[in-house]
Every structure is written in structure tokens, then in C-alpha cells.
């Protein structure tokens, strides 16, 4: 979503601003802007569309000089995307100028009584009632304004702002969005993700919620709400700089999905390997084996892909360790007033770390007592502090909109939970434990295998440009793949897809089947072949063009396919990592076909900090 930059230091802010704006141009944007003080005034330049266009508006940052400064992307919530609704937005007189992340839920109310006080309102968003509220409070002191500000906006927020009173000064603040700060050669530089940053510095400050601080050229300062001063320790970020550059790929997703088989193995062995002496060692989990074989059951919480992850570790968990399982998308789960059990555990999973409605859900877990174990990708994100214990991904900074790598290590963390559980539980015996250790460690090179495959998926996918809808369905865990499969093709092609489970196709969907729709059917698990079969027959005698997902050797799928697609043999808990591989390559080049921007699809956000 929205991505703040902020700048202090020797060299000039416009160009520093609009490179780390470009770093964050994969969170999702409509609009985007930055303001930099010449040394008399607030220079401000904001502009809707791409990044692109605010560059050469002010021919690559040249037209706005002076040393310190804010930018920003907006994707829009308040007020439709357009040039004046982007930020930064100033006070009346244009002495302050604010950038701000987050939603300010009580705005409107504010935005009366500053109208009421005779304050004009030039935007419809949430944050001009910052930057006038800002004004409202200010006295010549900075830090003792943006407190006052505090303690009257509800919402969250992270905020970048500068004052023309204080030249040599860029202030901000946060309140459940996230902002890092760290020092470059010549300055210091703010922002609210790893990627905006790491051209100059690896150790970053976290701001912690409710937390200020003060750059200058030289120094960084945090305060507190009542105005004392912090101490705060640097955390250094692992990434390598190249991790987050395309490397010769087309587009970042291609090159995320090339990154599977590193990422699933990073994620079975990081530093703290999670097979030791071929048992499963899950030490972030702080659990003794009395406590895991306690557990009644287990609430999985999370968004878009990770929680189709979520959903078949539903499947795997159940089946393996033979505890109950509630999957649960955390917008829903939130508001559900769900019934915590005794002896339950939540599990959040989150790419980001940041997502609101998962870090809600996470809240209030643990708010009725429940022991909360996050399964993230960013370290040091919100989800990874709050929860009371981490799990770590090892998939690294993942670009693309639509996530590939992220969402295969979620499947192998919870496969190897799955298995932890189950081995300390005496659901399965030493000996299934070493085959599925087994086939776990296979699984990078059979992606491997498909990956290399991609020009007959290319070929397919070619066909399906012009498509208006498209089905996926499944059964068991086939749902769960269908579910993520359908999600890739929709989010980056904007062609219409729904994946269904199989067996509820003839309750509805199968009215949608016209001559040629294409119907993609997956079929990893044996015991549902059959019945799956029968539903890809009930669609092609309709007219459906029927595409089959399935395992090598079920070579009677041929009879009701017309087009097959085999993975490699793997355990029948493990499918989903192999199946995933065609359909994310299938969604990939559908929309490479269709020329729509892969990395950044229309209205999407990376990171969802708002609910
Ligand atoms: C957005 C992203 C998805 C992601 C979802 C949840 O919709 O585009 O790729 O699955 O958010 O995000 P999280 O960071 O919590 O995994």
C-alpha cells in the first residue's frame, strides 16, 4: 500500500526521495508526491499515475532543490486517486507538510472542527486533518505539537513531516504502520520498508508504535508520548541488496517463482537447520512436548494467499497430527467473536508481517490468552514482534504483488509443524517421519523440474488470452491448490476465475460452463481421483475445455482431459508445493500475453495495512 521516504543530509532530498519511492512502487500505488525545502519554502510536486510521470515533472527531482524532504505513494482510500488527493498535503500557509500511511478513522469528525476553527479542506483524504491539525496545535515546538496530534487522531499512522520553521529537522511518527530510520553516507533517511533504504544502510531502527523521531543532518532522536527521550538499538537487515533487484528477469514474479526451490530450502534448513539428526527441531517454538501434545486445536489466520496456505495446512495438520484445525480469513476472524478453546494455539501467517486485519486477529488471540505463533517473512515486522513466538520463512524480500516463493515457504513451515506435531504426538512412527523427511527435502528439485518446464505452460497459456471466466476446481487439499491457483490467474490477468471445490460444482457453477470455458482441474490426492474425474466429465460434456493438474502416473485422467499437466510423485500432504508450480507460470503468462503490468497489478497492494 501507501510508502513513505523521507530525507536529511548533504546530498540533494528530491532525487533520494523519488529512488526510494521507486523501491516501493511494488506495494501497490495510484498517485505519488514528494515536498523538499529550498531553504525559503516547501516545495511540493505530486502527481497522479506512475512514478514515472512525477519524475519527469520535475525532470528527476532537478526542479525541487534542497537538502531535506518527504515523498510518498498513495494508494487511495480516501478520495479517488488524482493529483490533489496525493500526498504530501501542507497546512493553510503551506509551513508544514505531511506524508501519512495508515487510515485516520476519526477524520471526519476532526475535519468539522478545524472547519468550525476556519480551516479550508483542498482534498477529500483522511490526512490534510494531520497537516491542519498539525498547524491547529503547533507553537513553535515540534515534538510537543505532533504529541498533541496523538492523542487526538484515532486510526494508525505512520507520518513523515516537516516544518519551514525547522529548516534543518524532518520529523515522524507511527502508530501501527510501520517506519524504519538509518543513517546514509551524508544524512539520514526514513521510510516505511526495508527496500527504500538498503541502497544505503542494512541497520535500521524500528519505531515502535507511538514513538517519535527527530533527524537532522547529523543525529536521530526518539521521544516518547510524554517527551523523554529513548534509546533504541539498530537491527541489521540479512537481505542482500540484490535480493530485491530483478537480476535479468523480465519481471520480478518470474524471477520469485524461479526462487522457489531456494526459498523452500532456506525454509527446511536456515541458520537454526529445522531437521536435526532426522527429527523435525522447531526450537522458535518454546514448546515442551507435553505442552504440543496438549494442544485442542489450532486456529490458522491470515489473508489472501497465506490463507490459502493456511487452508491446507488445515488439511495437512489434521491429517497428519490429528489436531482440529479452524481456518479462518482474518478480516472474518476478527469480527467473530470467535470461541477460544482451552489449550489452543493461533497460528498468524503473513508475508509482510503488516497485514492489519491479520496483526487484529493476532491482538486479539492474544488478548484472550491464546499463545499466538506467527509464520513471517519480514523479520522484525509487526506480526514477527507481537506474536509470542516466530517461525520464520526464508523466502527473502519478495517484490511481485502477487506472491509465489513467500507463499510456498508458508507451505513448508506448515508442513513441518505438521510433522512436529504429529511425530510428538505418536500420530505417525519414526519410520513415516523419515519419508516424509524424505520426500520434504525432495521437493526443491522436483519444482525445480516443473519450473524448467515453463515453455509448454507458456504455449497452453497463450490460448487463454481472449478467456472471460475460468474454473479451477479440486477436492481436499486439490481445493486448497485450486484456491491459489484461481487467486495468481485473476489478480495479475483481470480474467474472471473462481476455483470451487469439485464436489459443489453442480450446485450452482456448472450453470457458467459455456462451449470452451476453461475448467482446470487438480488431482493430486488418490483417494479423490475418482470423484474429481467425474466432475471433469460433467463440465466437458458441457463444453468445457478441460485442463488437468495431476501426479505422474494417473494417466486415466487422459480420458477426461484435454490437456494434461504431470508433477512429479511426492507425498500426498506435500502435492500442493509441486501443483501450485504450472498454474502460478499459467496465471504468469496468461497476463505476459495479455500485456497487463505483472508486478503491479491495477489496484492491488503488497502489503494490506489498512482493513
Ligand atoms: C495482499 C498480497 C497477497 C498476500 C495478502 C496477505 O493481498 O497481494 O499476495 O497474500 O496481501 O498478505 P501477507 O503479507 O499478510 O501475507
Not at 510456498?408 to 506448515?414: E, F, P
Request: charged content about 25%.
Amino acid at each position: 500500500m501507501c510508502g513513505i521516504v523521507g530525507y536529511i543530509g548533504e546530498s540533494q532530498a528530491a532525487p533520494i526521495l523519488l529512488e526510494g519511492l521507486a523501491k516501493l512502487e511494488y506495494r501497490g500505488y495510484d498517485s505519488a508526491g514528494i515536498a523538499v525545502y529550498d531553504g525559503s519554502q516547501i516545495n511540493m510536486m505530486k502527481s497522479v499515475g506512475r512514478l514515472k510521470v512525477l519524475n519527469e515533472l520535475t525532470h528527476d527531482g532537478e526542479t525541487l532543490p534542497g537538502t531535506l524532504g518527504i515523498g510518498h505513494t498513495r494508494w487511495a482510500t480516501h478520495g479517488s486517486p488524482n493529483d490533489v488527493n496525493a500526498h504530501p498535503h501542507y497546512n493553510s500557509d503551506n509551513t508544514i507538510a505531511v506524508v501519512h500511511n495508515g487510515i485516520i478513522e476519526n477524520y471526519m469528525k476532526l475535519r468539522k472542527r478545524l472547519t468550525a476553527h476556519g480551516y479550508t479542506f483542498i482534498s477529500e483524504t483522511d490526512t490534510e486533518v494531520v497537516a491542519h491539525l498539525l498547524d491547529y496545535y503547533y507553537k513553535g515546538n515540534p515534538i510537543e505539537t505532533i504529541i498533541k496530534v496523538m492523542h487526538r487522531v484515532e486510526g494508525s499512522y505512520a507520518l513523515g513531516i516537516i516544518f519551514k520553521d525547522h529548516p534543518d529537522e524532518v520529523y515522524a511518527v507511527r502508530k501501527d504502520s510501520p517506519l524504519i530510520v538509518g543513517h546514509t553516507k551524508d544524512g539520514n533517511i526514513l521510510a516505511s520498508d526495508v527496500p527504500a533504504v538498503l541502497k544505503y544502510t542494512r541497520n535500521v531502527y524500528f519505531i515502535e508504535n507511538e514513538e517519535i523521531v527527530r533527524l537532522s543532518k547529523t543525529d536521530m532522536k526518539f521521544y516518547n508520548v510524554d517527551e523523554e527521550e529513548l534509546e533504541k538499538e539498530a537491527t541489521t537487515i540479512e537481505w542482500d541488496v540484490s535480493a530485491a533487484e530483478k537480476g535479468g528477469y523480465e519481471h520480478y514474479m518470474l524471477k520469485e517463482m524461479y526462487e522457489q526451490p531456494k526459498a523452500v530450502r532456506d525454509t527446511i534448513s536456515p541458520a537454526d537447520p529445522r531437521i536435526v539428526n532426522n527429527k523435525i527441531e522447531i526450537s522458535e517454538l518454546n514448546m515442551t512436548d507435553e505442552e504440543i501434545c496438549s494442544i485442542h486445536k489450532l486456529y490458522i489466520v491470515a489473508c489472501g494467499s497465506a490463507y490459502h496456505a493456511g487452508v491446507t495446512g488445515k488439511y495437512v495438520i489434521e491429517g497428519l497430527a490429528r489436531i482440529p484445525v479452524e481456518v479462518d480469513l482474518a478480516s472474518e476472524f476478527r469480527y467473530r467473536d470467535p470461541i477460544y478453546e482451552k489449550n489452543s494455539m493461533a497460528i498468524i501467517i503473513s508475508q509482510s508481517g503488516e497485514t492489519a486485519d491479520s496483526l487484529a486477529a493476532l491482538r486479539d488471540a492474544k488478548a484472550h490468552g491464546i499463545k499466538v505463533l506467527g509464520i513471517v517473512n519480514v523479520v522484525g515486522s509487526s506480526i514477527a514482534r507481537e506474536a509470542d513466538s516466530v517461525m520464520y520463512t526464508w523466502a527473502g524480500p519478495e517484490i511481485a504483488v502477487a506472491t509465489t516463493k513467500a507463499y510456498s515457504a508458508q507451505l513448508i513451515a506448515l508442513y513441518l509443524l505438521a510433522m512436529k506435531f504429529a511425530y510428538t504426538r505418536q500420530q505417525i512412527d519414526d519410520n513415516e517421519l523419515q519419508t516424509l523427511i524424505k520426500d520434504l527435502r525432495k521437493l526443491p528439485e522436483q519444482m525445480e523440474l516443473l519450473l524448467n518446464n515453463k515453455e509448454k505452460i507458456q504455449h497452453f497459456a497463450n490460448r487463454y488470452i481472449a478467456s472471460r471466466d475460468v474454473f479451477f476446481i479440486g477436492r481436499g487439499i486439490d481445493y486448497a491448490i485450486s484456491l491459489e491457483g484461481s487467486l495468481k490467474l485473476k489478480e495479475i490477468s483481470y480474467i474472471h476465475s473462481e476455483a470451487y471445490a469439485a464436489g459443489e460444482l453442480k450446485h450452482g457453477t456448472i450453470s457458467l460452463i459455456e462451449e470452451g470455458t476453461l475448467v482446470a482441474a487438480v488431482l493430486t490426492q488418490e483417494q479423490l481421483y475418482k470423484k474429481t474425474i467425474s466432475n471433469m466429465v460433467e463440465v466437458k460434456s458441457r463444453g468445457a475445455f478441460v485442463l488437468a493438474v495431476t501426479n505422474t502416473g494417473n494417466t486415466e485422467v487422459e480420458k477426461a482431459a484435454d490437456y494434461v499437466i504431470y508433477i512429479p510423485q511426492t507425498n500426498k500432504y506435500f502435492a500442493n508445493s509441486l501443483a501450485i508450480i504450472p498454474l502460478q507460470l499459467f496465471g504468469y503468462y496468461v497476463s505476459l500475453g495479455k500485456g497487463c503490468d505483472i508486478d503491479k497489478p491495477r489496484n492491488l497492494a503488497k502489503s494490506v495495512t489498512v482493513e
